[in-house]
């Protein structure tokens, strides 16, 4: 099937999935990850294929070993990702949840429900274990969902498509074609035109990626170009355990998208020393007033800068951020308050390292992504960001007319 | 200013209205009504003004009647604007609504919180009123705004957009160039270019308006190009009554994006006849089983097609609509629920008119537009669409690492 073809199908089973009950979703779920367990070894003897090939790559320095490592399917990760479908399982249904209940008037009852957005475009870096993530996600909130994946991981991927599609065939009334694997960089490429079909694409990748993406597309895309994160140290934090909160949202895992790039300190805290003696003791380089505040380092290098108050350094984030994570360390309330109003990102945090920004802890059970969009869904995308609403409105044959003319007016009580 | 400057200042005010009390910002909404009644007479010389120009427009068959009497602002519209802005300022603050607290573990409180979008293009029709509605759900909302009207209103725009910022320049603490109003074709096209400023553009005009601007901008675009609504009347209905809602769907308001554009009637239904007479009597032309089944004709035109069941029926709601507003008319209650459930509009009603799909209906105050997206906003938008939110995390300076070593876990309480 062309990715035109593969569009259209997964487009008519996103419109059977929106009647589809929590119970169908979740023997959906139960038989994929029944059927993975089973499979566990062909799953493993196809990752190892991608493994012998990716070896290559590695001695050409075509892919770093970074890659490498997250290209590699142990039994620690298969566990996780068994657990992982076992969460999405033990979610509540995010379709079908009433947010409100009006009646416009009397036998006139308006409701705003959430429903599936329908046809979801994923496109993923070479990490198999994140293909039964997305799927377990898209099934649960009623999506259907077109799958690219990095091609380092091709054999992984065709098998895990293999061992949920033959999952998903057993499970009655389940409509085929939901969960679909795309292959080669042109399917990318046409899938971005297929806005008749494809509702929102998630680009999970290189800011390049995700940039070309956004820039070549009609259709809304849900994520993150850059995570330029920033702690603010305040005059009055406690001075140790802020520096342990700054070294722990640099270090503990200095490439992701939620670790700082730059400290912003104010010119009175005490302890600013100490603060870069412990970077240092870390290995991490400190680059003071750097060229470009907006960059991220991905990696041991921390941009720091003095400023003179609160309301500096939110200036300052607002400025240079991307609007992913930012905190202030404080003891000062009335700084906090306003740090916390003022800072325009999709988490702001007081006195806690920006790493907690993500959807594993968040208790959303898993995440597609975190988004820094301002509009839909912001912050770490789990099941809720994966829906939308529609209005339901139950009458009883009322025609406008009587209310244009002004014969009979709304009551708009809520109930 | 040129326009890239104002846009810069729209979103200079924009984050300043971040922290905006509702104190705050219905003092300014009440300041602007009350401006706006002072200066009535003015406001009137200025559309007399339009008028005027309009008059030879209409003349030379460069604009229809219809957008003369639209661009028209009489003591009568003047009332209503003035109501319109009480509406919003007596309308709950959708900002800082806490959404949900979650524990992520002691002392580590996470909350899901409302927050403006930020800075919000709206480029509409000649209608002079919609400035003034625009305007008081963007302040209330805490978003700046960028208003683009018809040319034809410049004159009436220009004197609003005076007295509206001669009135919010008389409040204290509240952000300059909050309200900002362009008046080229040119600028169009180059709001479309800002999206470093613009974080959602609301198009309100014909088709092509509407989607040579879905085409022309990264920024996201909220709004409806076109609405096919669609009326199923089933075999159960009752007849008398069903038959007098598919008349006001059509003639109340033929050219209105809600009104009916086709009538699918289940091949049992007794009273075909009795319908088509009812239409005829009207003046509506039907057309049977027309050859573009997607064609909003906005006029006293209705196609009209018969179906075997409710399942033909909302296949072709999915196929030819336009994800706006359709209807069950129906007494058969599983067939009411398969209506509502699998037809994937923003609207879905049962037994009642599509007229009634409007924020002033649906109690919203007012709209900025009717959303047939499926990310963000769908259907009327009115204050809480304006919104999206951001995630709060309030600590104790908790650092990741214990967390990641599997030493400390989360405990995901909702409270």
Sequence with gaps: MNIKDIAKSAKEASLELLGASEQLKNTALKMIRENIEKNKNEIFAANQKDLEEAKEL??????????????????????????????????????????????????????????????????????????????????????????????????????????????????????????????????????????????????????????????????????????????????????????????????????????????????????????????????????????????????KLVSLKIVANVDEAINHINKYGSGHTDCILSENMENVKKFMDYVDSAGVYHNVSTRFADGFRYGFGAEVGISTNKTHSRGPVGLDGLTIYKYKLFGNYQTVEPYAKGEKTFTHKSI
Tied chains: 1, 2.
């Design 58 to 299: 590695v001695l050409n320095g075509k892919i770093t070993n970074a890659t490498y490592a997250r290209l590699k399917l142990d039994e620690n990760k298969m566990r996780e990702m068994l657990k992982g479908i076992d969460d999405v399982i033990s979610l509540q249904d995010p379709v079908n949840k009433v947010f409100w209940t009006k009646e416009l008037d009397e036998g006139l009852i308006l409701k705003k429900v959430s429903c599936p957005i329908g046809v979801i475009g994923v496109i993923f870096e070479a990490r198999p274990d994140v293909i039964s993530q997305v799927a377990s996600l898209a099934i649960k909130s009623g999506n259907a969902v077109i799958l690219k994946g990095g091609k380092e991981s091709n054999n992984t991927n065709a098998k895990m498509e293999q061992v949920i599609n033959e999952a998903l065939g057993c499970v009655e009334n389940f409509p085929k074609n939901a969960v679909n694997l795309v292959f080669s960089h042109e399917d990318i490429k046409d899938l971005l035109k297929l806005d008749e079909y494809v509702d929102l694409i998630i680009p999970r990748g290189s800011n390049k990626l995700v940039k070309y993406i956004q820039e070549n597309t009609k259709i809304p895309v849900l994520g993150h170009a850059s995570g330029i994160c920033h702690i603010f140290v305040d005059e009055s934090a406690k001075a140790d355990l802020a520096i342990k909160v700054c070294k722990d949202a640099k270090i503990q895992y200095p490439s992701a998208c939620n670790a700082v790039e730059t400290i912003l300190v104010h010119k009175n805290f005490p302890e600013l020393n100490k603060l870069k003696k412990v970077f240092e003791n870390a290995g991490v380089e400190i680059i003071e007033n750097p060229k470009d505040f907006s960059c991220e380092y991905g990696d």
